[in-house]
């Protein structure tokens, strides 16, 4: 009896580049057919815009920011174009849940040369890219409605990618740790008061000096500042705080979301 060489499959190295874009690529590839779905985290800011801004903003006059009068319309958009950052980094981030739970997505591309680490960044980086899509869209309502007063303004979309960032690696982190669907329902819980109390609608200084305090820690108030400081042309130096604080968090969300990913799938 005669047997012929052994026949072995050499699986290729992958080429050198960022693994994580690979799932970048996938999950591009498996939401395309249902875009309009992602357009919805977009509207909901515009249309607060739309509603509190511009109606609102007839009888409310200007706020002054900084010692300096400001409409209240140019008051708002930059908090609506941070609004729009974090929905839609949190809203796509929210999304790893099924596909670690259930769709057991991972599992199979762990099964490939990719990590955990570059799961995790292959996330982290498509959720970035949902708010940023937001914000760039938000930012060009912005301009055609005038809401722009400096030139500086165009380090808006910048800052809107950071805090994408520092939202969808903390939101990726978050969702690591979620059990069921039921847990999906703290995300708007956590949103929600984010959205409502981060100088959003009012200065800082109209609240009391303990939710002051409060509205301080939040990350949206940090984006919100900056991109607000921008787009006005009011510049301080309290600016590199906010960048900072954004950028570690969105770093921290990274380092969690590797390890909680490599815990639950290679253990």
């Given at each position: 009896?005669?047997?012929?060489?052994?026949?072995?499959?050499?699986?290729?190295?992958?080429?050198?580049?960022?693994?994580?874009?690979y799932?970048?690529?996938?999950?591009?590839?498996?939401?395309?057919?249902?875009?309009?779905v992602?357009?919805?985290?977009?509207?909901?800011?515009?249309?607060?815009?739309?509603?509190?801004?511009?109606?609102?903003?007839?009888?409310?006059?200007?706020?002054?920011?900084?010692?300096?009068?400001?409409?209240?319309?140019?008051?708002?958009?930059?908090?609506?174009?941070?609004?729009?950052a974090m929905?839609?980094?949190?809203?796509?981030?929210?999304?790893?849940?099924?596909?670690?739970?259930?769709?057991?997505?991972?599992?199979?591309?762990?099964?490939?040369?990719?990590?955990?680490?570059?799961?995790?960044?292959?996330?982290?980086?498509?959720?970035?890219?949902?708010?940023?899509?937001?914000?760039?869209?938000?930012?060009?309502?912005?301009?055609?409605?005038?809401?722009?007063?400096?030139?500086?303004?165009?380090?808006?979309?910048?800052?809107?990618?950071?805090?994408?960032?520092?939202?969808?690696?903390?939101?990726?982190?978050?969702?690591?740790?979620m059990?069921?669907?039921?847990?999906?329902?703290?995300?708007?819980?956590?949103?929600?008061?984010?959205f409502?109390?981060?100088?959003?609608?009012?200065?800082?200084?109209?609240?009391?000096?303990?939710?002051?305090?409060?509205?301080?820690?939040?990350?949206l108030?940090?984006?919100?500042?900056?991109?607000?400081?921008?787009?006005?042309g009011?510049?301080?130096?309290?600016m590199?705080?906010n960048?900072?604080?954004?950028?570690?968090?969105?770093?921290?969300?990274?380092?969690?979301?590797?390890?909680?990913?490599?815990?639950?799938l290679?253990?």
């Open positions: 009896m005669t047997t012929g060489p052994l026949l072995t499959r050499v699986v290729p190295p992958l080429p050198r580049r960022w693994r994580g874009g799932v970048f690529e996938r999950n591009i590839a498996a939401t395309k057919s249902f875009w309009p992602y357009l919805s985290g977009f509207f909901d800011p515009l249309f607060y815009l739309l509603a509190i801004g511009v109606g609102i903003g007839q009888l409310a006059g200007d706020v002054e920011v900084a010692g300096v009068p400001v409409e209240y319309t140019a008051f708002v958009a930059p908090a609506m174009l941070a609004a729009s929905n839609g980094a949190v809203y796509e981030s929210t999304n790893m849940f099924f596909k670690l739970k259930y769709a057991k997505t991972y599992d199979g591309i762990l099964a490939t040369p990719l990590g955990a680490r570059d799961v995790a960044t292959g996330e982290i980086a498509f959720s970035l890219a949902r708010g940023a899509v937001y914000s760039l869209a938000f930012l060009i309502v912005m301009a055609i409605m005038g809401l722009i007063g400096s030139p500086w303004g165009v380090f808006a979309l910048p800052a809107a990618i950071l805090i994408g960032f520092a939202f969808s690696a903390m939101g990726t982190a978050a969702t690591t740790y059990r069921s669907w039921q847990d999906l329902d703290l995300v708007t819980l956590v949103t929600l008061p984010l409502l109390f981060s100088a959003t609608f009012y200065p800082i200084d109209i609240y009391p000096e303990f939710i002051q305090i409060v509205t301080w820690l939040s990350p108030y940090h984006g919100v500042e900056l991109i607000r400081g921008l787009t006005l009011i510049l301080e130096w309290t590199v705080i960048v900072a604080y954004l950028a570690t968090m969105g770093l921290a969300g990274s380092l969690v979301t590797g390890r909680r990913v490599g815990d639950l290679l253990k």
